[in-house]
């Protein structure tokens, strides 16, 4: 099936510096990629829709300069967290569309991003 | 309100229980139903997807939904304690299939 492999899957960075958290897939290629926070015993809470070739869309209150995104090719995306701080210390994972799935996600193990 | 209600939990059963997990909805536009499961500290897994009203069974696993009530469900027999994780419900409309979650249920199975 479908396997998206996102890394690393633990970082710890210290406050003011910037981390960049890297979502492939695999075996099939995604146009589109998306990136989720989640906090702890917290919903999935869309950040931002990653397209390939084109500018991120990002989702109300979320800071397109602080959370930077970049889908340079159709098996990877990143999201750059710029300037950290201890309250973006959060799960953050990615998910693409296997259209093969009809509108099932597959997602990536997650992150977890501690700031210090 | 939120678009998706589910309770967090976390619900305890014995191994060998039927659990019954819950969400509940506002939107009367959506049309798919999935249902996630996400061990701890991992990304979530597509357990079960359905469209419109109905039921779908897959092995141990069957969704129901019912769309007059906007109220879904996943069941799960013979639970085992592999089977603890959090399930998260998911559903989209046709025009916009990024999905939106529930927060989860916590869902305990001991031995």
């Known amino acids: 099936g479908a396997v998206v492999s996102q890394h690393p899957s633990r970082v710890i960075c210290k406050s003011g510096t910037s981390v960049k958290i890297e979502c492939r897939s695999l075996?099939?290629?995604?146009?589109?990629m998306f990136w989720y926070r989640q906090f702890p015993k917290q919903s999935l809470m869309l950040m931002a829709t990653?397209?390939?070739?084109?500018?991120?869309?990002?989702e109300q209150g979320v800071e397109k300069d602080k959370f930077l995104i970049n889908h340079a090719s159709l098996t990877l995306s990143t999201l750059t967290v710029t300037s950290a701080h201890p309250e973006d210390s959060s799960f953050y994972i990615c998910?693409?569309?296997?259209?093969?799935?009809?509108?099932?996600?597959?997602f990536g193990s997650g992150t977890r991003l501690t700031v210090v | 309100q939120k678009e998706v209600e589910q309770d967090p939990g976390p619900l305890s059963v014995p191994e060998g229980a039927i659990v019954s997990l819950n969400c509940t909805y506002s939107?009367?536009?959506?049309?798919?139903f999935m249902w996630y499961r996400q061990y701890s500290r991992k990304g979530p897994e597509l357990l079960m997807y359905?469209?419109?009203?109905g039921n779908k069974e897959d092995g141990r696993f069957t969704a129901q939904v019912d769309k007059s009530s906007k109220y879904i469900s996943l069941f799960i027999r013979d639970s085992q304690p592999s089977d603890s994780a959090t399930y998260l419900c998911?559903?989209?409309?046709?025009?916009?299939?990024?999905?939106?979650f529930g927060r989860g249920t916590s869902l305990i199975v001991h031995p």
């Open positions: 998910s693409a569309e296997d259209r093969g799935l009809r509108n099932g996600y597959t």
């Open positions: 075996d099939f290629q995604a146009t589109t």
């Open positions: 990653s397209n390939e070739g084109s500018k991120a869309t990002y």
């Open positions: 939107n009367s536009a959506f049309q798919y």
């Open positions: 359905t469209y419109s009203s």
């Open positions: 998911a559903m989209s409309t046709g025009g916009s299939y990024i999905p939106t």
